[in-house]
């Protein structure tokens, strides 16, 4: 809990810096506002800082439970392993860096998951709310 209001927090203190700096010449990804602003600029250099300091905070909070869902499914009878702990985080840091560096903008990140995310609100969620909710009631 404490670690999620401390991402809350950079990440607010990061948009405020980012809203203090480039007012309405806001680009669609942050870091190129960050190279087309100046350099020498103390807010811009705050920003940069923050953004550092968070993705540093958030990554551990992203691969705990991925590395968890990944060992249940994949290695569901097997006794803790410090070698396939450490080998599941390397593969999904690797593989998020590897797609965060190679991908043009953000914008197809948030397709891909809203796209997913909407298909699971509209037909997975309600069929679980009706099991649960409506055969309680009815029994």
């Known amino acids: ?34 190279e087309a602003a100046e350099s020498k600029n ?3 250099l705050v920003l940069r800082i923050l953004v550092c300091v968070s993705i540093a905070v958030t990554v551990p909070l992203i691969n705990f439970p991925f590395r968890r869902a990944a060992t249940l499914l994949l290695f569901p009878d097997q006794e803790f392993s410090w070698v396939r702990h450490v080998g599941i985080a390397m593969v999904t840091l690797t593989v998020v860096t590897t797609v965060a560096i190679f991908l043009p903008g953000i914008r197809t990140v948030f397709g891909l998951v809203g796209a997913t995310t909407s298909v699971t609100l509209v037909f997975v969620l309600p069929s679980l709310f009706f099991e649960f909710v409506y055969v309680d009631v009815v029994e």
């Not at 809990?1 to 007012?23: N, P, Q």
């Open 1 to 34: 809990m404490i670690a999620m209001i401390s991402c809350m927090c950079l990440y607010f203190t990061a948009a405020l810096a980012g809203y203090a700096s480039f007012r309405g010449s806001v680009l669609p990804d942050s870091l190129e506002s960050l």
């Open 42 to 44: 103390r807010a811009v």
